[in-house]
């Protein structure tokens, strides 16, 4: 991470002060766990000038929206859509967790639409005890058919 900042000098050609930027690197190590909001202080590494001292260089950590995964406190969320015959019928689904570790979800009994399945320890790692970590919350959403045959609703009806 670079800052750049800029000095003022006092001794110049006629008595005229001189202002020039320079240019200090950084090094941040991002701490699994951070939350969005968390401010980094670098004392006395910011802008300064003739009759000031110089200030602190603040950074504060953004989080980016992730493609698969929410973020609420320490846990994350993630939503599954299974298909009307996963959620009536089972089956097993891979599931990546945010630190790419694959397990298998096995699907049993009837899943109603946005009910919950929790997995303990396997969301945000606390950034204090990296060690600990929240949990992985999957809503499951399921996809209804467009629309079905004639056979398909005979079938159903007497089947259920």
């Known amino acids: 991470?670079?800052?750049?900042?800029?000095?003022?000098?006092?001794?110049?050609?006629?008595?005229?002060?001189?202002?020039?930027?320079?240019?200090?690197?950084?090094?941040?190590?991002?701490?699994?766990?951070?939350?969005?909001?968390?401010?980094?202080?670098?004392?006395?590494?910011?802008?300064?000038?003739?009759?000031?001292?110089?200030?602190?260089?603040?950074?504060?950590?953004?989080?980016?929206?992730?493609?698969?995964?929410?973020?609420?406190?320490?846990?994350?969320?993630?939503?599954l859509e299974l298909s009307l015959k996963e959620a009536l019928c089972g089956g097993e689904r891979r599931v990546t967790t945010i630190d790419d570790k694959i397990f298998k979800l096995k699907l049993e009994g009837v899943i109603a639409p946005n009910s919950l399945k929790s997995f303990k320890g396997e969301g945000m790692p606390l950034s204090k005890n990296p060690k600990e970590r929240g949990d992985l919350i999957i809503t499951f959403s399921v996809k209804f058919p467009d629309h079905l045959s004639a056979a398909q609703v005979s079938s159903l009806s007497k089947t259920l």
């Not at 002060?17 to 939350?35: A, N």
């Open 1 to 79: 991470m670079r800052l750049q900042k800029s000095c003022e000098k006092t001794e110049g050609v006629e008595g005229r002060g001189h202002i020039r930027s320079e240019e200090k690197e950084f090094q941040i190590q991002v701490k699994p766990g951070w939350k969005d909001g968390t401010k980094l202080t670098f004392e006395a590494e910011g802008d300064h000038g003739p009759l000031a001292l110089p200030g602190d260089a603040v950074f504060m950590v953004r989080e980016l929206p992730h493609d698969r995964f929410t973020r609420q406190g320490k846990d994350l969320h993630a939503v």
